[in-house]
């Protein structure tokens, strides 16, 4: 009897050994979280306008007044130049790393004129690029960012279906581009 | 003679498969422990950064979903009414009073673990804050039932629980310094049936 009192002890010592082992160690292993997500909706250095059909729907949370672009990037070779203009009531972005934690976000309140202009540079890009600023930087957001992948979140609010057409142009215009520093 | 080896597979069993079992249980059960609970509503606003402890983490890689950033909004999610009961679609709940300052904010019900409801047609299955109707002193009144009404109203399918999702958008609710003394609007029971 105490034998098997023991060896169900065991098994809950190990139980919850297991679950702390679990806990700790899915984000490393997982093949389905946002990131890998995002990689398998289209190519990296663009922006994907998501749909709420299959691939797009399982990202999002089904807000039926938001829309949603990705764009997914890596800065070991080049820094990633995110730009868009238009007209809509309400944009936001957020740039997150390849776990999935936030580096940056920001709404069209504490953009320049509404445009959303900002530059993505791991430390080393980012030093060089400040001793001499490109022009077309100027009015550009630089954010640093570890070195590695990550993805962007554009999104935009459509409160009435009139606001539908100015939503898609403003997303489908968007850009996301490498940025060449010596060009 | 088989003493031990039972011993020891019981004690496996136990281990492995009350380990995994009860890991999947707390994943789906909550995203973690850095909850903010404000009447019936419910948000996460470290979920989607690196403070969030390693229970939030796991939740948010097993998700895989879009979180929204601190300068993009916030969202809170109630499954109870104000007093606890969960949210049944065979009952009519009224949603009133106003939201944490954000300029702007969506609501909408979705199924109990997360997804979306069934397509209504021609119902109105979700409501924003430029096209809600409001009293004079800028609250709102929304009935949230399965059954016409007039006023705001948020269609539900004829039966099932669901949860309330509404998202703040640029507010400074989603920034730590934002959270005390914030007012969410009240979810009520005005009855059940067709009564």
């Known amino acids: 009897m105490l034998k098997i009192l023991f060896s169900i002890i065991v098994g809950v010592l190990g139980a919850a050994f297991l679950h702390l082992i679990i806990i700790l160690s899915l984000p490393g292993f997982s093949n389905s979280d946002a990131f890998q997500r995002v990689e398998a909706i289209g190519e990296e250095d663009s922006f994907h306008v998501l749909d709420a059909g299959e691939d797009g729907g399982r990202l999002l949370n089904g807000d039926p007044y938001l829309r949603t672009a990705v764009c997914a990037f890596d800065l070991s070779d080049m820094p990633v130049h995110l730009m868009a203009k238009g007209q809509v009531p309400f944009w936001s972005l957020a740039i997150y790393d390849s776990a999935s934690n936030e580096v940056f976000s920001m709404s069209d309140r504490t953009s320049v004129g509404g445009t959303l202009d900002v530059l993505v540079a791991a430390p080393v890009q980012l030093a060089a690029i400040r001793k001499a600023l490109p022009a077309e930087l100027a009015q550009s957001i630089l954010v640093e960012m570890a070195e590695g992948q990550g993805y962007a979140v554009l999104r935009t609010m459509v409160p009435q279906p009139s606001f539908g057409d100015g939503a898609r142009d403003f997303l489908s215009k968007a850009q996301c581009d490498a940025f060449d520093v010596g060009g | ?195």
Not at chain 2, 20 to 33: E, M, N, Q
Not at chain 2, 100 to 116: C, S
């Open chain 2, 1 to 195: 003679m088989f003493r031990v080896p039972l011993l020891v597979a019981l004690s496996l069993v136990i281990a492995f498969g009350g380990g995994i079992l009860f890991t999947r249980y707390a994943l789906d059960a909550s995203a973690g422990f850095g909850a903010i609970r404000l009447g019936a509503w419910e948000a996460f606003p470290a979920l989607h950064t690196a403070d969030a402890d390693p229970y939030a983490k796991s939740h948010r890689a097993r998700a895989g979903r879009l979180l929204f950033g601190t300068a993009e909004g916030l969202e809170f999610t109630a499954s109870d009414d104000d007093a606890r009961t969960r949210l049944s679609a065979a009952c009519r709940y009224r949603i009133s009073g106003q939201t944490p300052p954000a300029r702007l904010w969506t609501l909408f019900p979705v199924a109990p673990d997360g997804k979306p409801l069934a397509a209504q047609e021609g119902r109105p299955t979700a409501i924003n804050s430029w096209v809600v109707l409001r009293d004079s002193d800028s609250s709102f009144s929304i009935t949230v039932s399965s059954d016409a009404a007039a006023g705001n109203w948020l269609a539900l399918p004829p039966s099932g629980d669901f949860k309330l999702v509404l998202t703040l958008l640029d507010t400074p609710a989603a920034g730590s310094s934002g959270l005390i003394d914030l007012s969410m609007p009240k979810v009520e029971k005005i009855g059940c049936g067709h009564a």
